[in-house]
């Protein structure tokens, strides 16, 4: 946190979505309500192997809504995390999204046809409702 305002404007600081990696929900990283001053991509686990449903159809939309819906100061504006990544009210500006995903060299990318269902979500802040249910 201690450098935060401190990058070059062409800089995007890569969070991974938790502080524990291989878990399938915890809260979002603290990082991101403590660099308001810092463009933030926000890194998903889209993996299979990763979400433990390596074995069985997952698609990760639902997971991704509560992450992007998640706020990190509870009740204040602009403060969920697709309003960070996005740089709204930010003069840092916008940051990105970017995912770890399991990829191989099967004809269809995955070895599942419906595998890599997480990485071609129609995805952008603001369309988070439209994953709830």
């Not at 993996?47 to 998640?70: I, S």
């Not at 995390?81 to 990105?96: F, L």
Request: aromatic fraction near 12%; charged fraction near 15%.
């Amino acid at each position: 946190m201690h450098l935060d305002g401190q990058f070059a404007k062409n800089v995007i600081l890569q969070i991974k979505r938790s502080a524990t990696d291989f878990q399938m929900w915890e809260p979002p990283h603290a990082l991101f309500a403590h660099m308001p001053n810092t463009r933030l991509a926000l890194e998903f686990d889209l993996a299979h192997e990763y979400t433990g449903h390596d074995l069985h159809l997952a698609w990760e939309g639902p997971y991704m809504a509560r992450v992007w819906q998640f706020e990190t100061v509870p009740g204040a504006p602009c403060k969920r995390i697709a309003d960070i990544v996005a740089g709204t009210d930010r003069s840092c500006g916008a940051g990105a999204v970017t995912a770890v995903a399991g990829t191989c060299d099967a004809r269809n990318w995955f070895g599942h046809l419906l595998a890599g269902a997480g990485l071609f979500c129609p995805w952008s802040p603001g369309m988070e409702s439209r994953y709830q249910g």
